[in-house]
């Protein structure tokens, strides 16, 4: 009865195929919308928009990107947290070069560099796939993690050999560095995440998409209907690896304001492939649900025993979380292997029968 397509007639093709054609969906965008741009800045403290929010968008754009190539393309990969470190030292180098220039300018050109990267190791996903491939993702991630430690051109000779994020101002407001406050820096951050998202899910729907989820499904039948695997493979690898490379530029810039190369481990890549294996394949909603699963709610069940009055050790809390979140993990993959944006969507379906039952 609340969300039903019933009565709503399209008079066009325009209509058919926007990108929202449900009014109960474009409802629900724009409560989204002014929850994040309107609610959460004139309520939320420094404290929530710094650990909870800021984070929260970034690991979701990060998400996005690795769902690009693994849930829409099917190509696994385990270098996400090296593209993402690719894309933080790229800005670091970006803004030491050229000083006086805008830095959001600076992180989203930095993904440039992370796409070729990527699209350079995406080479041979032409003759491997499967595990294979994410042996080859896993090199990957190990040669730049070197990358990072041992070249030290990449962090200016640094003795600590961390990257530093610098004082910047855009339009007279600092944007980053020590001085930028966290409003600033979330409204950085949203904006970028929530423009990415929407470019995507314009390109999903159309060809470029289109190709994507034809090699995944069966590459040889793709090939013979005219897609051209090694254009299309490496396209995947370059656009997911921009994504990742912005998301770990903003990663440094406006949240952590300085990394070391540890920040970038194999550990990374795997919290990120757990966010989309959980948010859903194939889904950029999923990668929103998924971030906020691993993210958030340790962050809450963190401060619960706090709340309730328990005093309990911060490493017990830190283990219990751990225990928690993994066998949460673990249910939600067997009642639902397809993630929580396939627990959405029968959620809608049940919603378009209501109260009947089919």
Known sequence: MFYREAGQFKTSYKADQALMPILQDRIGLSVILVVAFVIIPAFANDFFLTSIMIPFLVFSLAAIGLNILTGYCGQLSLGTGAFMGVGAYAAYKLTTIFPDANVILMVLLSGVFSAAIGAIFGLPSLRIKGLYLAVTTLAA??????????????????????????????????????????????????????????????VLR???????????????????????????????????????????????????????????????????????????????????????????????????????????????????????????????????????????????????VWPFPY
């Open 141 to 202: 991630q190990f040669f730049l993690e070197w990358c990072f430690i041992r070249i030290g051109w990449l962090y200016n000779y640094n003795a600590s050999g961390a990257i530093e994020v610098p004082h910047r101002e855009v339009f007279g407001i600092v944007a980053s560095g020590a001085e930028a406050t966290p409003i600033v820096r979330y409204f950085i951050v949203l904006c970028i995440t929530a423009g990415i998202a929407f470019l995507m899910a314009n």
């Open 206 to 352: 159309g060809r470029i998409g289109r190709s994507w989820m034809m090699i995944r499904d069966m590459d040889i039948a793709a090939e013979l209907m005219g897609i051209r695997p090694l254009q299309t493979k490496l396209m995947a690898f370059a656009v997911s690896s921009y994504i990742c490379g912005v998301a770990g530029a903003m990663m440094v810039f406006f949240w952590l304001n300085a990394a070391e190369p540890s920040s970038y481990s194999i550990s990374l890549s795997f919290q990120v492939l757990f966010m989309v294996i959980l948010g859903g394949l194939g889904s950029l909603s999923g990668a929103f649900m998924g971030a906020a699963f691993i993210w958030i709610l340790p962050v809450f069940l963190k401060f619960i025993p706090g709340t309730l009055g328990i005093q309990i050790a911060a490493e017990t809390v830190e283990h219990v979380t751990f225990m928690i979140v993994g066998a949460l993990i673990i249910f939600f993959l067997i009642v639902e292997p397809h993630g929580f944006a396939r627990l959405w969507q029968i959620a809608k379906q049940k919603l378009r």
